[in-house]
């Protein structure tokens, strides 16, 4: 099974996101955090199931939230680019390696 590894900006989105929550209802940041570990464990199980978002790319889309795991698949692991909002600048992400 892949390992996940994050791009650090993408760490960064998800810890600010987190906390945007939490400070709006106490809990509501875990419950993010929740769903995004349910989709990483779902891309990690099963990869090419979601379909190619930008070149090599592929977008989970979470299901409370409105945020999209953008990944892309390489030989050993999972490489999470970004854990983007979905309704702000688009495709901002793609200057990352």
Do not use: C, N, S
């Amino acid at each position: 099974m892949y390992e996940i590894e994050f791009h650090h900006y993408a760490d960064e989105e998800m810890k600010a996101a987190a906390v945007y929550y939490e400070e709006r209802v106490t809990g509501l940041g875990g419950d993010f955090l929740d769903e995004v570990k349910h989709g990483l464990d779902r891309i990690r199980q099963f990869p090419l199931l979601w379909p190619i978002y930008e070149g090599e790319y592929r977008r989970y889309l979470l299901k409370r939230f409105p945020y999209g795991l953008i990944y892309r698949i390489e030989t050993e692991k999972i490489f999470i680019i970004a854990v983007a909002h979905l309704h702000r600048k688009p495709r901002y992400w793609k200057g990352r390696g």
